[in-house]
Nanobody
Framework: QVQLVESGGGLVQAGDSLRLSCAASGRTFSSYAMGWFRQAPGKEREFVATISRSGLRTIYADSVKGRFTSSRDNAKNTVYLQMNSLKPEDTAVYYC???????????????WGQGTQVTVSS
């Protein structure tokens, strides 16, 4: 069992940056790949980024590639999402998730945080 708590969301202007954090409970954090997803009102949950157990591999959605960076600190049981050059279309609730594999499909993740709101004004 893994419990995830996201933080770092907020209201920013277009072009600003935010860093989201996702703190995990338990001693097995390093055995999970971690994913970031987001969901805007009226839209389906969409993939943002995933990072492997070691943190050496990452995959990003095309919409965020070059602007967002995911990293993790296994000693701190925390995964991060650095978001730069934010756009109004990045507005959504952002979720972190833990899974057994390095996936881009949200259905393949086992544990989810409660989400943190990111709002980008134009």
């Amino acid at each position: 069992q893994v419990q995830l708590v996201e933080s770092g969301g907020g209201l920013v202007q277009a072009g600003d940056s935010l860093r989201l954090s996702c703190a995990a409970s338990g001693r097995t954090f390093s055995s999970y790949a971690m994913g970031w997803f987001r969901q805007a009102p009226g839209k389906e949950r969409e993939f943002v980024a995933t990072i492997s157990r070691s943190g050496l591999r990452t995959i990003y959605a095309d919409s965020v590639k070059g602007r967002f960076t995911s990293s993790r600190d296994n000693a701190k049981n925390t995964v991060y999402l650095q978001m730069n050059s934010l756009k109004p279309e990045d507005t959504a609730v952002y979720y972190c998730a833990a899974g057994a594999g390095f996936y881009t499909n949200y259905a393949q993740y086992d544990y989810w945080g409660q989400g943190t709101q990111v709002t980008v004004s134009s």
